[in-house]
């Protein structure tokens, strides 16, 4: 498995400077971290590290490849329980995304449902939030079968932070091809699953993951908040069981790529070289 970091190392800087912290610290894989529809303002003023989803995608893949880095993956998380807005990151940004990452020759975009921020969206029902999610995600997914792209859950919501979540959302579209896990285990494991075991039940379908290991003083937070940035300490320090994690995909059939979302240098080249002695690459 071929270990990368997250384009998001340094605050108040441009996604150009962060691939040059990334591909500095040692690592030949990001992925596109952050991204907008449209122009925004922290861009043409230098600071912000987002791409633009109207990108000309050769663009944004030159940006990679001037500092020797292979994008693997491109980061579209989503807030499909709030009602549908333009203010609202959903399905039209999943479709760009999806346009973005093929112009770029990258396979996987990842999503998850995210929290709601409205009282409509925290009353829904689990079967009107399987619908929901479902339906904004349809046009997504064919659109990434017709591009050869595929998309990725990811636990970060709370339906997508349990193995039966993520499976309602299959079985609702289908169980198309396109549509796999993205794991991330410190996401997985706040929510209040066993990261273990959603990498079993998932094992066939994961396509990427998000290493992230948290302290023991998160424990109660668990299944209160669902999904974190990126993990405060190093890989191996922590209550999450990153070895089993590993031991259980390091041959699973589809998955290539993860990614460290880890805070801080030290604990980001610690957990790298954690991850080496698992057998990463």
Not at 13 to 35: C, I, M, P, W
Not at 177 to 188: K, Q, R, S
Request: proline residues 5%.
């Amino acid at each position: 498995m071929k270990v990368g970091c997250f384009a998001l190392v340094d605050p108040f800087s441009l996604l150009d400077h962060q691939l040059e912290r990334v591909a500095g610290l040692g690592f030949k894989y990001a992925d596109v971290t952050d991204n907008h529809p449209g122009g925004i303002l922290g861009r043409e003023f230098g600071f912000t590290a987002t791409a633009s989803l109207d990108d000309n995608p050769a663009d944004v893949l030159g940006l990679f490849e001037k500092h020797g880095l292979t994008a693997t993956s491109v980061c579209a998380h989503a807030n499909l329980l709030d009602p549908s807005s333009p203010a609202r990151y959903a399905t039209n940004e999943l479709m760009k995304a999806v346009q973005l990452a093929a112009g770029m020759g990258v396979k996987d975009v990842i999503t998850t449902e995210g929290d709601p921020k409205s009282a409509w969206g925290h009353s829904l029902s689990w079967d009107e939030k399987v619908f929901i999610v479902a339906e904004k995600l349809h046009e997504p997914v064919r659109l990434a079968e017709t591009y050869g792209v595929r998309i990725l859950l990811e636990p970060h919501g709370v339906l997508t932070d349990s193995i039966e979540g993520i499976q309602a959302i299959m079985d609702r579209l289908g169980n198309p091809e396109v549509l796999g896990v993205n794991m991330d285990t410190g996401n997985a494991w706040l929510g209040g699953a066993d990261p273990v075991e959603m990498s079993k039940a998932f094992k066939d379908k994961i396509h990427h993951v998000h290493w992230k290991d948290l302290p023991a003083d998160w424990e109660a937070l668990r299944g209160t908040m669902y999904g974190c940035g990126f993990g405060p300490i190093a890989l191996g320090e922590g209550v999450i069981d990153i070895a089993s994690v590993y031991d259980v995909l390091k041959d699973a059939p589809n998955l290539e790529y993860s990614t460290l979302e880890v805070g801080g240098d030290e604990n980001m080249l610690k957990s790298y070289a954690y991850l080496k002695t698992l057998g990463a690459e």
